[in-house]
């Protein structure tokens, strides 16, 4: 019944058409563009909005202007012709229609089918944003907010942000939440921004509803609720949203905080999602999957191929993991200078591992192509360099395996221009973070007074926290102390406590100095030693 009305509605708005009522000839290429009540025919559409619009009326110069401005025919923008579209939008801005005056300015900002004029832009924004169309009031806004042809202007900005937000325009909603999230010209109202988050996304605006799903995800401003968080993510996801699919294949990975199960499978799919529209974060990620056979089968080359996508948009994890494939050649064929060359990417970037393993090459001539051995003194004095100065940015981060490497290197400079006590004091930075080895050498430095006042106290402290640890020199070294009393008061229990930890550990001398303690030790405190030990 439909069919039979709107093909009745068809043959009269044609005969109309055909008499030349301008109204009719719009209308009818309107059913055409739609394939309402006949059959699609763009072609025929043009004929027929042509014969309205030079007729004068503006409605049909605006449609005729926008089939210009996209093409048609068999293959989208076939025929685009943007000289036409800036025409026939010129007629019907100049009648005052908001819709064309609006796409004038547009043209004219991008510079399509007519040469860039921010002025030009400007007047025409302003013309439609006068008759209230919300997309030119939301663009005056952003001349407004960067100086564009006007004079920059925040309130101004947000005042034509305003205008387009309250007639329900979704961008300018965002920003409105934006400003509102960052105080940024609006006082700071975490409710309000939250508001206007919400007025865009439930019309379907994508970084709105990521925005909305991340304050879910971590709970700001808004209760925790993996749920809700999936929900928004989601809405964003299906539109090809790609931080929102990362995320959501983020929560589906690990549960993320939210009492959710994990999805290994509904993760690999959105990280893949993400991945294939260029999220380097998602790339990595589907490298390392591919590396380590995680939800996938292993293979190097493929976790190759992703790392690589990532590591040219300059993803430093991805840059790293690239050049860790590139020096034990899987995936890849070995190239230590390839492997290099990725690694320093990474660590320019401030990667920590990737500075780490810099220094370690160097320390160890590996990017000189000789040992330590081999190296003549200048080059192994450039390698120090290089890696002194690739340790300190690892260790300037924290990493205590960094802060004792750095330690043993400023050991090494014979140079006599480094103070001892800057060994020390990286020890120690180390130390504090329970790094054994290096709680070991800032006890030997205070036993030995090397770079500090000789302190037994302070020696015992540290010997003991790197023995707790398993550290067998440290062991042996507070049995010592204890034989001795060196530090702590004399315990022969503890010695031989430590000793036999020691020894049993296969340090030679733990055992025959244990031998020397037993034998000035009661069967009683012999029997309480082993006790100690087992209780150990």
């Known amino acids: 019944m439909d069919e039979s009305r709107h093909t009745a509605e068809f043959l009269r708005v044609k005969a109309l058409a055909e008499r030349g009522v301008a109204t009719a000839q719009h209308s009818l290429g309107f059913m055409y563009v739609n394939g309402q009540g006949v059959p699609r025919n763009e072609e025929l559409a043009v004929a027929w909005y042509r014969m309205a619009a030079s007729s004068g009326l503006e409605q049909a110069q605006y449609n005729l202007g926008v089939l210009y401005q996209r093409g048609w025919g068999p293959e989208p923008g076939m025929t685009q012709d943007l000289v036409q579209a800036v025409y026939w939008y010129r007629q019907a801005a100049e009648q005052g ?16 089918g007519v040469g860039a004029d921010v002025q030009q832009a400007l007047h025409w924004f302003t013309q ?11 663009n005056l806004g952003m001349m407004y907010e960067g100086g564009k042809g006007v004079p920059q202007d925040l309130a101004q900005a947000l005042a034509w942000y305003r205008r387009a937000a309250e007639q329900g325009y979704a961008r300018s909603q965002f920003n409105l939440a934006l400003r509102h999230d960052s105080g940024q010209g609006l006082p700071r109202d975490a409710q309000q921004a939250v508001h206007w988050l919400r007025k865009a996304a439930e019309q379907g605006y994508a970084p709105a509803q990521f ?20 929900e928004w993510y989601g809405r964003a996801a299906a539109q090809g949203h790609s931080s929102s699919q990362f995320n959501l294949a983020l929560i589906h990975d690990n549960g993320h905080g939210h009492n959710l199960d994990p999805d290994p499978v509904q993760a690999l799919h959105w990280f893949r999602k993400a991945a294939e529209q260029g999220h380097a974060g998602a790339q990595d990620n589907l490298g390392l999957r591919f590396e380590n056979g995680l939800g996938v089968d292993q293979d190097h080359a493929q976790a190759a191929h992703w790392y690589r996508q990532a590591a040219e948009q300059g993803f430093a994890g991805a840059q790293y993991h690239l050049g860790l494939l590139y020096a034990a050649g899987l995936g890849v064929p070995r190239d230590a200078a390839a492997a290099a060359d990725w690694t320093r990417r990474a660590a320019e970037q401030g990667h920590l591992r990737a500075q780490f393993d810099l220094a370690l090459r160097y320390a160890s001539g590996q990017l000189s192509g000789q040992t330590r051995e081999q190296a003549d003194a200048g080059s192994a004095a450039a390698d120090l360099q290089q890696a002194l100065y690739w340790c300190r940015k690892a260790a300037d981060q924290d990493y205590a395996p960094a802060q004792y490497m750095l330690a043993q290197l400023l050991d090494r400079d014979d140079s006599g221009s480094v103070d001892p006590r800057q060994a020390g004091d990286w020890y120690r930075k180390a130390a504090e973070q329970g790094h054994a080895q290096a709680q070991f050498a800032l006890g030997l430095r205070y036993d030995s007074a090397h770079g500090v006042a000789r302190d037994y106290e302070a020696a015992h402290f540290w010997y003991l926290g790197a023995a707790r640890q398993g550290h067998v020199r440290a062991q042996f070294n507070l049995g010592v102390m204890y034989a001795a009393g060196q530090g702590v008061p004399p315990d022969q229990i503890e010695a031989y406590a430590w000793l036999h930890r020691a020894g049993a550990a296969g340090l030679a001398s733990a055992a025959r100095y244990l031998q020397r303690v037993a034998a000035r030790m009661s069967p009683a405190m012999l029997a309480q030693a082993d006790t100690l030990i087992g209780g150990a």
């Open 128 to 138: 439609a944003a006068g008759q209230g169309d919300a997309g030119a009031q939301h």
């Open 97 to 112: 229609y908001a819709p064309a005056q609006y796409n004038l300015g547009w043209l004219y900002a991008k510079g399509q």
């Open 211 to 230: 925005n909305l799903g991340l304050r879910y995800d971590k709970g700001q401003d808004l209760p925790q609720d993996g749920a809700k968080a999936i």
